[in-house]
Antibody, heavy 123, light 109 residues
Framework: QLQLQESGPGLVKPSETLSLTCTVS??????????WGWIRQPPGKGLEWIGS???????YYNPSLKSRVTISVDTSKNQFSLKLSSVTAADTAVYYC???????????????WGQGTLVTVSS | EIVLTQSPGTLSLSPGERATLSCRAS???????LAWYQQKPGQAPRLLIY???SRATGIPDRFSGSGSGTDFTLTISRLEPEDFAVYYC??????????FGPGTKVDIK
């Protein structure tokens, strides 16, 4: 059974960089059939797609965050990572990693999700 | 950008009743690229429906999806106690590639 697990600091100071890693188990991140993505959810609010990555390293970002986001993949560790720079309180959210299936670039549907990790931006 | 609107915002029903949730898109969405998720408090979203009408693995047949173009519907034929949750629709398209609706909360009447 595929499992995804987010890890990283739960507290980040304003203006600093948020860094999270998603470890995939029970399947290979190098599968040609899937993309891997990050989605976030501010407390009490809806879901926002941050971006997706293919095992080859091709990335697709939400334009609203593109200037601050970097997603990378480490196939040797079966992991992919998120960096979000210059964070503010508005970036406080539960961050989910997910497997994105579908034939279109960036993936179309999140069929497996991590449990999510709350990241709070505060001094 | 394709904007998804979900209605109603909250649906108050009793177990055993039928739930009909609406998702409307600001532009036409390919049926292949419309999905529905269920989210319970403190949990990650769970994929229910993809391709507008295909149930994901392990999803009970009381959940069904329909629609095309700009209007899509998720129907829960008979609500079970575990179905009270928030439901999101999601589309894939042009930039941004993936967007979600604001959600419909189904709560117990």
């Amino acid at each position: 059974q595929l499992q995804l697990q987010e890890s990283g600091p739960g507290l980040v100071k304003p203006s600093e960089t948020l860094s999270l890693t998603c470890t995939v188990s029970g399947g290979s991140i190098s599968s040609s059939s899937y993309y891997w993505g990050w989605i976030r959810q501010p407390p009490g609010k809806g879901l926002e797609w941050i971006g997706s990555i293919y095992y080859s390293g091709s990335t697709y970002y939400n334009p609203s965050l593109k200037s601050r986001v970097t997603i990378s993949v480490d196939t040797s560790k079966n992991q992919f990572s998120l960096k979000l720079s210059s964070v503010t309180a508005a970036d406080t959210a539960v961050y989910y990693c997910a497997r994105l299936s579908g034939i279109a670039v960036a993936g179309t549907t999140g069929d497996y999700w991590g449990q999510g990790t709350l990241v709070t931006v505060s001094s | 950008e394709i904007v998804l609107t979900q209605s109603p915002g909250t649906l108050s029903l009793s177990p055993g009743e039928r739930a009909t949730l609406s998702c409307r898109a600001s532009q036409s969405v390919s049926s292949s690229y419309l999905a529905w998720y269920q989210q319970k408090p403190g949990q990650a979203p769970r994929l229910l429906i993809y391709g507008a009408s295909s149930r994901a693995t392990g999803i009970p047949d009381r959940f069904s999806g329909s629609g095309s173009g700009t209007d899509f519907t998720l129907t829960i034929s008979r609500l079970e106690p575990e179905d009270f949750a928030v439901y999101y629709c999601q589309q894939y398209g042009s930039s941004p590639r993936i967007t979600f609706g604001p959600g419909t909360k189904v709560d117990i009447k």
